[in-house]
């Protein structure tokens, strides 16, 4: 019964953290917002604004691509020291 109380007391100071991040902090939320890069856009023809959208894309793929393969990992691994004790098998670690 404590456990839980603490628990949604501990989310609800989480969430209030989030929040008051997002507020105190805006211009971090806000910074595609960039004027150099939109004069240099605005400027360019639709050529450009495809390239630069392309280039938008290709670049987000990597983090992306890393941060899912490390997901993937930690769920595939998320039991490793839960359980009992295991057969000392070589390569039953992994």
């Known amino acids: ?11 609800a100071v989480a969430i209030a953290l989030a929040v008051f991040t997002c507020v105190a902090f805006p211009s971090l939320a806000f910074s595609q917002g960039c004027s150099l890069c ?7 023809g ?17 983090p992306l691509s890393m941060c899912v393969g490390m997901m993937v990992a930690a ?9 009992a004790d295991r057969s000392l098998e070589p390569g039953s670690d992994w």
Request: net charge positive; glycine share 2%.
């Open 38 to 44: 939109y004069t240099q856009v605005a400027n360019s």
């Open 75 to 83: 769920y595939r691994k998320r039991n490793q020291f839960h359980q």
């Open 46 to 62: 639709a050529r450009m604004v495809r390239a630069l959208r392309s280039g938008i894309v290709i670049l987000i793929i990597p």
């Open 1 to 11: 019964m404590r456990n839980s109380r603490i628990r949604k007391s501990l989310f």
